[in-house]
């Protein structure tokens, strides 16, 4: 079964920071690209917040949060991460992880971890 799992949300005040988890099953995780995304309201898109390269050789940002976040990966691990520094209030959001892998069939198939929440308020 493919899936993506995260772990590592929760409460923090601004400032701090926090790493969040995000591990692969299923599938080659040291194949692929990976992402990810977040969502401050439910009725906004996902946003992509960064992308690492399957070998991690390359990574991108948003605007909002170059310099504060990294991403990066252990495909020893299966493990995609995402370092949040200096958190700030409009970092809270449902974050998720996201691959697209390509099937035995040809065709390509989104994969999204489950989403952790993370709330930043002091």
Known sequence: QVQLVESGGGLVQPGESMRL?????????????????????PEKERELVAHITS???????????????????????????LQMNNLKPEDAAVYYC??????????????????????VSS
């Open 98 to 119: 996201n691959v697209l892998i390509r099937k035995a069939t040809g065709a390509y198939v989104e994969v999204w971890g489950q989403g952790t929440l993370v709330t």
């Open 21 to 41: 988890s995000c591990t692969g099953s299923g599938f080659t995780f040291s194949s692929y690209g990976a992402n990810w995304y977040r969502r401050q309201a």
């Open 55 to 81: 070998t991690g050789g390359y990574t991108e940002y948003a605007e909002s949060v170059r310099g504060r976040f990294t991403i990066s990966r252990d495909n020893a691990r299966s493990t995609l991460f």
